[in-house]
């Protein structure tokens, strides 16, 4: 992980041997000692599935998936620990004695990295491990810049999200909705840009772990000049799966950029990608309409207080003064009351009519895993997979995703 701010504990997990027992591997003990002195645990394969939900995982460069003969009746929950370790961004180096090609296909086919014979050569640990970093470095280093095609005319659909009271949780969902849509499955994966408009404040960064870039600042005050190679050095990859445009490195003032500006980001990156994700300043802006505009959904987070209340009627005036569209607004409750919750339950219905509107999505508090998640640069996908507040936000992606493509049908 890279970052400013020092995240990883001296005593943060940075690998960990899957296996039946490490016992049988002693040799492997030996070289995950020698590479990661301390920093290394120990799995077995259903422990390791169940690693995966917890927070730690996000942490975690690389798994030695170590087997041997007597493990080949258990390829399907093999597979599986490949299959989840990538999903998460995991390296996977395959450690095998004595199993037969065939076996050793599959799970290649599954994803594994790296494979290594055991008995492990000398210093042949170390070289894999030494390969993942420099990828993962030479990713880094290119920012993995989307080679974006140009003159690629596809039409994303643009979801914008903005909170209406400050921490409530509109970056949350905004990063968390971008990397759901982004595991999306199907014929191939949707593409989605995630774009952090909240210039002074963002945290779209921050809560992935990605670092702010130079080169976004000088996209910004030159959107004259933008072109795809422009707009794609300034894009950061985040797992090879979604593509995200920082805010700036410094605190600029909001009006360094004006509505063109931000009219020719949003074309240019509805033009490459499915989805564009933006992330707005909970305070209006002179390009505030712009998006409104663009956007084909608008969520606005709210809380069940008076704070919310107040700045929704706000809001309310100041869009319908300008004739701008306020019931474009979907309303985001955050925090929502449990069902159960019988009393807040009318509260809810009570605040939607006082100020007339229709909260159309309630996201339950996911506790603590929530900010732990969003402090190790994880999506809740990846840090807190069971997490209520996830379910939610995955339901909503496919519910958008379906709703995206019957209408594409019905065209
Ligand atoms: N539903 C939720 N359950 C638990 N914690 C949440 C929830 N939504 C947001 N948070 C936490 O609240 C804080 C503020 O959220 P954030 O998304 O940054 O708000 P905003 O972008 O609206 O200022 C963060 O620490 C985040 O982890
Ligand atoms: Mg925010």
Not at 283 to 298: F, I, P, R
Request: proline share 4%.
């Amino acid at each position: 992980m890279s970052s400013e701010v020092p995240q990883i504990e001296n005593n943060a997990i940075l690998a960990c041997t899957v296996s039946r027992d490490v016992q049988n591997f002693d040799l492997l003990i030996e070289d995950m000692e020698t590479a990661l002195g301390e920093n290394w645990g120990d799995l077995g394969f259903a422990e390791s599935l169940a690693f995966f939900g917890q927070p730690e995982a996000g942490a975690l460069e690389f798994l030695a998936l170590a087997i041997d003969e007597k493990d080949e009746d258990n390829l399907v929950m093999l597979g599986e620990v490949i299959t989840q370790a990538k999903a998460r961004g995991i390296k996977v180096i395959l450690i095998a004695e004595d199993v037969s090609p065939v076996s050793l296909h599959q799970l290649l086919r599954k994803g594994a990295d790296e494979f290594i014979p055991y008995p492990l050569p000398e210093m042949e640990l170390q070289q894999a491990i030494e390969r993942l970093r420099a990828q993962e470095a030479g990713a880094r280093e290119r920012h993995d810049t989307p080679q974006l095609q140009s003159g690629e005319s596809r039409e994303g659909a643009v979801i914008v999200v903005q909170g209406l009271a400050g921490g409530s949780g509109a970056t949350t969902l905004a990063v968390n909705l971008a990397w759901e849509l982004a595991l999306i499955d199907g014929d191939k994966h949707p593409s989605v840009c995630l774009i952090d408009l909240d210039l002074q404040f963002g945290s779209v960064g921050t809560y992935l772990d990605l670092p702010r870039r130079e080169t976004v600042f000088e996209m910004l005050a030159d959107t004259e000049n933008m072109d795809e190679e422009v707009f794609g050095q300034a894009l950061l990859n985040f797992k090879e799966r979604l593509q995200v445009l920082t805010a700036p490195t410094d605190l600029v003032p909001l009006d360094i950029i004006d509505a063109e500006d931000v009219q020719r980001v949003i074309d240019l990156a509805r033009s490459h990608f499915d989805y564009v994700v933006i992330d707005m300043p909970s305070t209006l802006v002179v390009w505030s309409e712009t998006v409104l505009q663009a956007a084909h959904v608008y969520f606005a987070t709210i809380e069940l207080d008076m704070r919310s209340a107040q700045n929704i009627l706000r809001l309310k005036r100041a869009l319908q003064s300008e004739d701008l569209p306020f019931n474009k607004l979907r309303f985001a409750l955050n925090r929502a009351p449990k069902f159960t919750d019988l009393s807040s339950k009318s509260r809810v219905k009570r605040m939607g009519e006082s100020l007339g509107i229709s909260i159309d999505l309630q996201l339950p508090d996911g506790g603590k895993a929530v900010m732990q998640g969003a402090d190790h640069g994880s999506p809740l996908a990846i840090s807190a997979a069971k997490n209520p507040l996830r379910k939610e936000i995955a339901k909503l992606a496919q519910s958008l995703h379906e709703l995206g493509r019957n209408e594409a049908e019905a065209a």
